[in-house]
């Protein structure tokens, strides 16, 4: 059973950074497609970035493209989404998800295992 546990959300002021962490359990980690999800209230989940098993291919949305980067370490089985240049459109609940694939999804429903999120809230 893969578990995923998200953490390094929190307060920031707009033009900040974070570092989100998606750490895995349960599985090789290395066998796996991530995305990273966010969701505000009153929207729906939307997709911020994802990254191939071995970390050669990655996508983001244009909303993060120049300001986030996804990264892995497989041998920590930890993703992360290092976010720059943070705007208040940023806060949300981000979530990881996980699908074991060698393709890469940008797409919610193709992912089969999610964490239970960690809130980000950027100030103006």
């Known amino acids: 059973q893969v578990q995923l546990v998200e953490s390094g959300g929190g307060l920031v002021q707009a033009g900040g950074s974070l570092r989100l962490s998606c750490a895995a359990s349960?599985?090789?980690?290395?066998?796996?497609?991530v995305g990273w999800f966010r969701q505000a209230p009153g929207k729906e989940r939307e997709f911020v970035s994802a990254?191939?098993?071995?970390?050669?291919?990655?996508y983001y949305a244009d909303s993060a493209k120049g300001r986030f980067t996804i990264s892995r370490d497989n041998g920590k089985n930890t993703v992360y989404l290092q976010m720059n240049s943070l705007k208040p459109e940023d806060t949300a609940v981000y979530f990881c998800a996980a699908d074991r694939t060698f393709l890469v999804f940008t797409t919610a429903r193709a992912y089969d295992y999610w964490g239970q999120g960690t809130q980000v809230t950027v100030s103006s």
């Open positions: 349960g599985v090789t980690f290395s066998r796996y497609a």
């Open positions: 990254i191939n098993w071995s970390g050669g291919s990655t």
